[in-house]
């Protein structure tokens, strides 16, 4: 690709690890400050670039989002008419997977019921359950749900996945469609939430959803913050219909100094951060839909900005 670029935005301080993880992919990684012939820039990979940043590169064939959630990107009115691309990344999915095994085991395991005994300085045996009887419910099937659901499935859990188009997947019991979901809440102890944002899923746990599943049952959410009616889960989770939940992820971030969920004993609040792109194994998919492009190609994971992921 020589004489020609990949345009780089994003607002972590990471440029020279991706730099160095395409420059072994035969691609050549500038900042947009850094280059002189707009017109070399084929290709871009972004994390939230700012508005009318795509305007200045009229020779763009390819937008590659710096993550594998692309909600970001399609909501904008700027973007070119050329293919975009998520990161696809096994290790990324691997890290997806051990957050919610862990966010899963401890729930499954009754950790929050013993951290608060030591504080107490109390010795509170519970018997442990066979994780055959706890029921996991991941909504959302895609690369990351996908191995978050095999994981936990491999650990023995009864495993429920939902997803838009129906899947077969040994281990795991799947349904699809709006009419399925209600019954994967009703059945399912811990909740899982790995939808991606789009029209159909903003907002979609709501009161009548949380209200849907087992009193007492765990919410997890890894994905995004708005596919949650936050005052109606702020409200489950006060009036005690739902045991507890861990979110990674809020309708605005950073989550507010004001925001109840703070201060709630049964909320785990971490900052966005499950799983994260990691260029030393994602540069290798990037360098690929590069040359896919060159050579005229149809490009991997290509993103359907219409239906939103
Ligand atoms: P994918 O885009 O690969 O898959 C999305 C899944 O959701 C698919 O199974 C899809 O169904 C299903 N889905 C989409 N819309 C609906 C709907 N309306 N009803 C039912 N199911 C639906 O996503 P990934 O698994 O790779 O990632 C999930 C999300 O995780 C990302 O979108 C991103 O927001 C988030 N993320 C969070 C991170 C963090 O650190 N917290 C890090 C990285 C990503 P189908 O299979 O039928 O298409």
């Excluded at 084929?42 to 710096?66: C, D, E, I, M, T």
Aim: charged content about 20%; some cysteine; hydrophobic content about 40%.
């Amino acid at each position: 690709m020589t004489g020609s670029y990949m345009v780089f935005y994003s607002a972590f301080d990471d440029f020279q690890a991706w730099r160095e993880a395409l420059e072994s992919e035969g691609v050549e990684l500038c900042r947009s400050e850094d280059i002189a012939d707009a017109d070399n820039v084929r290709s871009a990979l972004v994390w939230k670039p700012p508005q009318g940043f795509f305007q200045g590169f009229r020779n763009l064939q390819l937008v590659v989002n710096l993550g594998a959630g692309v909600d970001a990107l399609v909501g904008r009115n700027d973007l070119p008419d050329v293919p975009i691309t998520r990161l696809s990344d096994p290790r990324m999915a691997r890290m997806m997977a051990g957050f919610v095994l862990f966010a899963v085991t401890r729930y499954a395991r009754d950790i929050p019921q013993f951290e608060k005994a030591q504080r107490e300085r109390r010795w509170h045996y519970i018997h442990p359950k066979d994780p055959a009887d706890i029921t996991v419910g991941v909504l959302g099937l895609g690369e990351l749900g996908l191995e978050s659901a095999r994981e936990v499935a491999r650990q023995g859990y009864r495993v429920l996945g939902w997803s838009r188009t129906q899947k077969s997947v040994e281990g795991i019991s799947c349904s699809s469609g709006p009419d399925a979901l209600v019954s994967v809440l009703s059945q399912s102890d811990i909740v899982v939430c790995m939808l991606p944002r789009t029209p159909e899923t903003d907002g979609l746990l709501d009161a009548a959803m949380f209200r849907s599943m087992k009193q007492g049952a765990f919410f997890i959410n890894v994905s995004r913050g708005s596919i949650v009616d936050e005052p109606a889960l702020i409200a489950a989770l006060q009036s005690g219909w739902l045991g507890g939940a861990t979110l990674d992820v809020f309708a605005k971030e950073p989550l507010s100094p004001d925001s109840p969920l703070w201060t709630m004993e049964n909320v785990l609040i971490t900052p966005h951060l499950a799983s994260i792109a990691l260029p030393s194994s994602a540069a290798m998919q990037i360098g690929e839909n590069v040359r896919r492009i060159a050579r005229n190609e149809a490009v991997l994971s290509r993103i359907d900005p219409k239906r939103g992921y």
